[in-house]
């Protein structure tokens, strides 16, 4: 079973939230500070830990590159008192997963445990993140359809130069596999690799992720810290969801790219950097120029080179291999022989719309591959969804419902009762899923 330590010094705090993870199918385990949450580690291999920043004897921050320095496979979440205090980002910077704001964020915990938990999964079966960088080249990239032979062309060939590189295409396409083998590919793949999601980040707490701060220079900034432009040089930074950076910020970016330095927060001197910059997006950034959204200087200066990854629907001719590659990573991690596969199974996945792309036809396989019973796969085997799109179900509505209960059944019995893991394998939120186990009636 899935196991999780609480780290937290109100009793109340704890027994609510090992309540509600302990419905959600974990086994929880409580600790009231660091000496205590350090003791219980060595004795248990724990997956999760959710811990408070303000401990009796130490400082959550702190204790985060203690937890990790012992039990690396671990993912940590740090709950913080206030959103925009700078010891969530330390601790991000010292190993964390991701960090939350107590009481304004109980709606994000099951689903950002059942992230983390996949992750620590991960983590025991590939090593760290820094570890699995190596298995990313263009040669692990699945496609020989035209349109993915000439991105990956594109990408080969800019790969060896230092030129700022723009990863156009909608969600799931890929981006951040391509921006990984171009840097695996470069000069520069003995150094770090350095991924910032823009979009995960208030402006505030994104300057400071990306550039650093001096100590003092604001609440609650006790020490200087290093940004990731700092952490990325004579390497790659890839700053992902670019279109969602504040318009003041892009400025100071600009800045980077002209001049190869920046200043600090709290700074009056420029700190010089090194660092490899690849941008990517889903949005149509000169849509944005319009709209005043984003700066056209920076547009032109990121997309120096630019390279448009195709969405699924596209390159429709890459299915039947991405699928394959799909069943056979999954059959090996459920234990399960790569099963048989009709015809029909592979004309509806190239019939379906895939709005997700590679990323949706990566997690419609893995459902498939659970709810398979006899060691071949048809369009049975199929999301509902996918089956009413393509009309290969008719009847009245109580037999749709009836097939769903039992497609959700199937699914929270791989997952051992854990929701989120359900919500995210059936593609659904997980208010809707509550909302169905309890119209079907399901136990």
Same mark, same amino acid.
């Given at each position: 079973m899935d196991k999780v330590l609480i780290v937290d010094d109100e009793d109340q705090i704890r027994c609510l939230l090992a309540r509600l993870l302990g419905l959600e199918g974990y086994e929880v385990y409580e600790a009231e500070d660091c000496k205590a949450a350090l003791k219980k580690m060595d004795t248990i291999s724990v997956d999760v830990a959710l811990c408070d920043v303000f401990l009796p004897d130490g400082n $959550? =921050?702190?204790? +985060? &590159?203690?937890?990790? !320095?012992?039990?690396? /496979?671990t993912e940590i979440i740090l709950l913080t008192a206030h959103g925009n205090i700078p010891d969530g980002v330390q601790a991000i910077k010292n190993g964390a997963f991701d960090y939350i704001t107590k009481g304004d964020d109980n709606n994000k915990i099951i689903p950002l445990i059942g992230r983390a938990m996949e992750q620590a999964k991960m983590n025991r079966q590939g090593g760290s993140g820094k570890q699995r960088n190596g298995q990313y080249s263009f040669e692990s990239i699945i496609g020989k359809s035209a349109v993915m032979q000439e991105s990956i062309s594109l990408a080969r060939k800019v790969s060896h130069t230092d030129v700022p590189v723009l990863l156009t295409g909608e969600t799931g396409t890929g981006k951040e596999v391509f921006a990984q083998s171009i840097h695996m590919a470069s000069p520069r793949s003995g150094r770090s690799f350095v991924a910032v999601n823009c979009s995960a980040f208030t402006k505030d707490l994104l300057e400071s992720e990306m550039f650093g701060h001096k100590a003092g220079a604001f609440t609650g900034a006790m020490k200087e810290k290093k940004g990731l432009f700092e952490e990325a040089d004579k390497g790659t930074i890839f700053l992902d969801e670019i279109g969602e950076m504040a318009y003041d910020l892009q400025a100071k970016l600009l800045r980077v790219l002209e001049t190869g330095e920046y200043i600090k927060i709290g700074e009056t001197k420029p700190t010089k950097v090194d660092a490899r910059v690849i941008a990517a997006t889903n949005r149509d950034l000169k849509k944005e120029i319009e709209a005043g959204n984003f700066r056209e200087d920076l547009f032109y200066r990121l997309s120096v080179f630019c390279i448009h990854l195709p969405a699924l629907r596209e390159h429709i001719e890459d299915i039947p291999l991405l699928a394959g590659k799909y069943m056979e990573d999954f059959s090996a991690?459920? $234990?399960?022989? @790569?099963?048989? +596969?009709?015809? $029909?199974? *592979?004309?509806? #996945? /190239?019939? *379906? /719309?895939?709005?997700? %792309? =590679?990323?949706? #036809?990566? %997690? =419609? @396989?893995?459902?498939? &591959? @659970?709810?398979?019973?006899? $060691?071949?796969?048809?369009? !049975?085997?199929?999301? #509902?969804?996918?089956?009413k799109s393509a009309g290969t179900i008719t009847g009245d509505p109580w037999e749709l419902a009836s097939i769903e209960r039992l497609h959700i059944g199937r699914v929270l019995q791989y997952t051992k009762g854990n929701k989120s893991e359900a919500a995210r394998l059936l593609g659904i939120g997980l208010t809707t899923l509550y909302r169905k186990i309890e119209e079907y009636g399901i136990n």
């Amino acid at each position: 079973m899935d196991k999780v330590l609480i780290v937290d010094d109100e009793d109340q705090i704890r027994c609510l939230l090992a309540r509600l993870l302990g419905l959600e199918g974990y086994e929880v385990y409580e600790a009231e500070d660091c000496k205590a949450a350090l003791k219980k580690m060595d004795t248990i291999s724990v997956d999760v830990a959710l811990c408070d920043v303000f401990l009796p004897d130490g400082n $959550g =921050v702190d204790l +985060v &590159l203690q937890m990790k !320095k012992k039990h690396p /496979e671990t993912e940590i979440i740090l709950l913080t008192a206030h959103g925009n205090i700078p010891d969530g980002v330390q601790a991000i910077k010292n190993g964390a997963f991701d960090y939350i704001t107590k009481g304004d964020d109980n709606n994000k915990i099951i689903p950002l445990i059942g992230r983390a938990m996949e992750q620590a999964k991960m983590n025991r079966q590939g090593g760290s993140g820094k570890q699995r960088n190596g298995q990313y080249s263009f040669e692990s990239i699945i496609g020989k359809s035209a349109v993915m032979q000439e991105s990956i062309s594109l990408a080969r060939k800019v790969s060896h130069t230092d030129v700022p590189v723009l990863l156009t295409g909608e969600t799931g396409t890929g981006k951040e596999v391509f921006a990984q083998s171009i840097h695996m590919a470069s000069p520069r793949s003995g150094r770090s690799f350095v991924a910032v999601n823009c979009s995960a980040f208030t402006k505030d707490l994104l300057e400071s992720e990306m550039f650093g701060h001096k100590a003092g220079a604001f609440t609650g900034a006790m020490k200087e810290k290093k940004g990731l432009f700092e952490e990325a040089d004579k390497g790659t930074i890839f700053l992902d969801e670019i279109g969602e950076m504040a318009y003041d910020l892009q400025a100071k970016l600009l800045r980077v790219l002209e001049t190869g330095e920046y200043i600090k927060i709290g700074e009056t001197k420029p700190t010089k950097v090194d660092a490899r910059v690849i941008a990517a997006t889903n949005r149509d950034l000169k849509k944005e120029i319009e709209a005043g959204n984003f700066r056209e200087d920076l547009f032109y200066r990121l997309s120096v080179f630019c390279i448009h990854l195709p969405a699924l629907r596209e390159h429709i001719e890459d299915i039947p291999l991405l699928a394959g590659k799909y069943m056979e990573d999954f059959s090996a991690r459920l $234990g399960k022989k @790569i099963p048989a +596969v009709s015809d $029909g199974f *592979y004309r509806l #996945l /190239e019939q *379906y /719309e895939w709005k997700g %792309n =590679v990323r949706e #036809l990566r %997690n =419609v @396989i893995e459902r498939c &591959l @659970i709810v398979c019973d006899e $060691g071949s796969l048809s369009e !049975k085997d199929l999301p #509902l969804d996918m089956r009413k799109s393509a009309g290969t179900i008719t009847g009245d509505p109580w037999e749709l419902a009836s097939i769903e209960r039992l497609h959700i059944g199937r699914v929270l019995q791989y997952t051992k009762g854990n929701k989120s893991e359900a919500a995210r394998l059936l593609g659904i939120g997980l208010t809707t899923l509550y909302r169905k186990i309890e119209e079907y009636g399901i136990n």
